[in-house]
């Protein structure tokens, strides 16, 4: 297993996680890029979004439902989800992951 996130989830590798259940876990980034910058991984290995979607509707859904627990969690009164898809958009790590940043003032269009 390559994987870097599949190792987390089978805890071969650390990480500050916040919160998981069957479906999902969700653990701090690494280089946050914001105060608060968290990783909602699906425990499925699929590439990307696109691919939950496709795969899990299921899981898709409780990727955004854990993103906005833990946002009201840490008392964001607003925050932003990504999903970076392909190398192009800076996609490092090829299991679907949803970026939940927040904590500070977000720029709009993102660069
Ligand atoms: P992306 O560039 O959208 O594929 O996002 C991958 C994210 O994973 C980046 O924000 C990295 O900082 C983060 N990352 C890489 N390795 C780790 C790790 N071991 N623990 C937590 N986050 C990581
Ligand atoms: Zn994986």
């Given at each position: 297993?390559?994987?870097?996130?599949?190792?987390?989830?089978?805890?071969?590798?650390?990480?500050?996680?916040k919160f998981?259940?069957?479906?999902?876990?969700a653990?701090?980034?690494?280089?946050?890029?914001?105060?608060?910058?968290f990783?909602?991984?699906?425990?499925?290995?699929?590439?990307?979004?696109?691919?939950?979607?496709?795969?899990?509707?299921?899981?898709?859904?409780?990727?955004?439902?854990?993103?906005?627990?833990?946002?009201?969690?840490?008392?964001?009164?607003?925050?932003?989800?990504?999903?970076?898809?392909?190398?192009?958009?800076?996609?490092?790590?090829?299991?679907?992951?949803?970026?939940?940043?927040?904590?500070?003032?977000?720029?709009?269009?993102?660069?």
């Amino acid at each position: 297993m390559s994987c870097l996130f599949c190792k987390i989830i089978a805890g071969e590798i650390p990480a500050e996680i916040k919160f998981q259940d069957e479906q999902v876990i969700a653990f701090a980034d690494i280089n946050p890029q914001a105060p608060v910058h968290f990783l909602i991984v699906p425990k499925l290995h699929v590439e990307n979004a696109a691919e939950l979607a496709a795969q899990s509707p299921a899981a898709l859904s409780a990727v955004f439902a854990a993103a906005d627990q833990l946002a009201k969690a840490e008392g964001l009164t607003g925050y932003r989800t990504v999903f970076n898809t392909g190398a192009d958009a800076g996609q490092s790590v090829f299991h679907a992951h949803l970026h939940l940043l927040g904590g500070r003032g977000l720029a709009w269009p993102p660069g």
